[in-house]
C-alpha cells in the first residue's frame, strides 16, 4: 500500500475517482468476446502440427503488433499487483481496480480467440511468450500516486493507439471490429486516469510536474518482458503502428502540453518550473524525431511503389 503522504492523496482524490468511476459506469459498453471471433474459421490443431504462416498472410509488422498486444494484455496479473499496491483496494479505488481488471481481462481473451482461430500467429510461440512474460513479471512499478496515475494516463492511451493502429492493417473485418472494441475500452480507462490526474494538478501541481517529467523522459511502452520485445518495437514503429510520431502527437502534446496545460500551469516551485521547461524541450525533441522517421517511412513507401506499382485496370 502507499506511503503516508499517498494515502492523505488518495483520501483527497477519493471523491473524484468515485465520480469518475460512476461516470466510467455509464459509458462502458457491455460486449461479448464469442460474438466477434469468427469461430467458423477455425479448425482443430493436432499435436505437435507446426505452424504456417501462408494459412494467415499478413505483413511482418503487424503480426509482431498482435504477438506484442496479446502478451502485454496477459501480463494483468502483475499490472492489477502494481495497481492494487499503489491504490488499495478499499472504497472506490478498489471498485475501480476491480473493475479495470475485468475489462483488460476480457482483452486476452477475445484477442487470444481470434488469433488462435485465424492462426494469425505461432501459438506455440504465443504460448511460450506468455509463460515467459508472465513468469518474469516485469511491469513498471511507479513510486508514488502521483507517478501512477501520470504513467498509466499515457500508458492506456498508448495501448489504445497500438490496437487501433493494430485492427487498421488488418485485412478481415472481424479483426479490425476486434481491436477497435478493444481500443475504445482502452480509451475510456485513459479518460478516468488522465481526469484523476487533472484533478491532483490543481491540489499540488508541482508534486504532478515533477512526476510528469519522470514519466515522460522514462516512459517504455509494457511488454519489456515479452520475448525479442525489441525486435518486434522496432517492427512495429517502421510500420508506423506506433512510433515516436504517435507518441508525440497522440500522447505528449494533445494530453501533457493541452490537456494537462503544462505550459500554462501557475505556482510551481523552482524545481517544478525547471522540470517543466525540461520536459517542454524533451517533448519538442520526440516530435522532431517522430517527424523525420514520418517522413523516412514515406520515402520507402515511395520507393516501394515505384518498384511493384499497383497495376490499373481496365
Do not use: C
Amino acid at each position: 500500500m502507499a506511503m503516508d503522504a499517498d494515502v492523505a492523496l488518495l483520501e483527497a482524490l477519493h471523491p473524484v475517482a468515485e465520480s469518475l468511476l460512476e461516470r466510467h459506469l455509464g459509458n462502458a459498453k457491455e460486449w461479448f468476446p464469442h460474438e466477434l471471433v469468427p469461430w467458423s474459421e477455425g479448425r482443430d490443431f493436432e499435436p505437435g502440427e507446426v505452424w504456417d504462416e501462408s494459412q494467415a498472410p499478413m505483413d511482418e509488422a503487424v503480426r509482431s503488433a498482435l504477438f506484442v498486444n496479446l502478451l502485454t494484455e496477459d501480463n494483468l496479473p502483475h499490472y492489477f499487483r502494481t495497481i492494487d499496491r499503489l491504490y488499495g483496494e478499499d472504497d472506490a479505488w478498489g471498485a475501480w481496480s476491480k473493475r479495470w481488471t475485468a475489462e483488460e481481462g476480457r482483452h486476452a481473451i477475445v484477442i487470444r480467440d481470434y488469433l488462435t482461430v485465424t492462426r494469425a500467429v505461432d501459438p506455440v510461440a504465443l504460448e511460450r511468450g506468455r509463460m515467459s512474460q508472465l513468469s518474469g513479471g516485469q511491469v513498471p512499478q511507479p513510486a508514488t500516486v502521483a507517478d501512477g496515475l501520470v504513467y498509466v494516463t499515457l500508458q492506456e492511451m498508448a495501448t489504445r493507439i497500438s490496437h487501433r493502429n493494430t485492427g487498421r492493417l488488418l485485412a478481415d473485418k472481424r479483426g479490425y471490429e476486434i481491436m477497435a472494441r478493444v481500443a475504445g475500452d482502452e480509451q475510456l480507462h485513459h479518460i478516468f486516469y488522465r481526469d484523476t490526474a487533472s484533478a491532483l494538478l490543481e491540489i499540488d501541481p508541482s508534486m504532478v510536474v515533477l512526476a510528469i517529467e519522470r514519466n515522460v523522459k522514462g516512459f517504455e511502452m509494457p511488454g519489456t518482458g515479452i520475448p525479442d520485445f525489441s525486435k518486434h518495437a522496432k517492427a512495429i514503429a517502421d510500420a508506423g503502428i506506433y512510433d515516436f510520431a504517435a507518441h508525440h502527437d497522440h500522447i505528449l502534446q494533445p494530453i501533457v502540453v493541452k490537456h494537462w496545460g503544462l505550459e500554462q500551469l501557475e505556482g510551481l516551485s523552482p524545481e517544478a518550473e525547471e522540470a517543466r521547461s525540461s520536459t517542454l524541450e524533451f517533448i519538442r525533441r520526440v516530435g522532431k524525431a517522430g517527424a523525420r522517421m514520418a517522413e523516412r517511412r514515406a520515402v520507402r513507401a515511395a520507393k516501394a511503389a515505384e518498384r511493384d506499382p499497383v497495376p490499373v485496370s481496365a
